[in-house]
């Protein structure tokens, strides 16, 4: 699996795929390879076992943006899928209309904004159910949304045009 992860403000490229034990990881960041070994304690908290060294890793429950308790350490982070990471890069928030196309074929199950709301970069617009998983497809811009070309119970097509923010 690979995703981008921003930690502290710094866009990384993680890459994780299980090792040969149960709680056994192989993890690449920005291509250095790192041998893991993860057991999920209770909810929320994660030990770790790293090049020998063991860590406690605690999702911040009081963080208005996620974060993570490493020690006495916090760290910001945030997870990006790779394609809408792309897609943003692409349209950037440029000049002129962004199109919000559906990245995978299924079934709207919640439009989030209104025909002429006003929205801002990278708030959710539509949810898709792929698979039985629900997607969040997020605005490239702020903006106006000038058209909007789904409702709840529609089924979609990767490709296909969803909305428009201007």
């Given at each position: ?19 040969e ?29 790293i ?7 605690v ?23 790779p ?30 904004v ?53």
């Amino acid at each position: 699996m690979k995703l981008q992860v921003e930690i502290q403000g710094q866009t990384r490229e993680v890459e994780i795929e299980p090792g040969e034990a149960p709680g056994q990881w192989a993890i690449r960041v920005d291509g250095e390879v790192v041998e893991a070994d993860a057991h999920m304690v209770r909810p929320g908290v994660l030990s770790l076992l790293i090049g020998g060294q063991s860590h406690r890793l605690v999702l911040d429950p009081h963080a208005e943006e996620p974060a993570l308790l490493l020690g006495p350490q916090r760290i910001a982070y945030g997870v990006e899928d790779p394609r809408s990471l792309k897609a943003r890069r692409r349209h950037g928030g440029g000049e002129g209309p962004a199109t919000l196309k559906a990245s995978m074929p299924g079934r709207v199950v919640r439009v989030l904004v209104e025909w002429g709301a006003q929205i801002e970069a990278h708030q959710g617009v539509v949810v898709i159910e792929a698979m039985k998983m629900q997607n969040e497809l997020k605005s490239p811009k702020a903006g106006k949304v000038v058209e909007l070309k789904v409702s709840a119970g529609d089924t979609v097509s990767a490709g296909d045009v969803l909305a428009i923010i201007a």
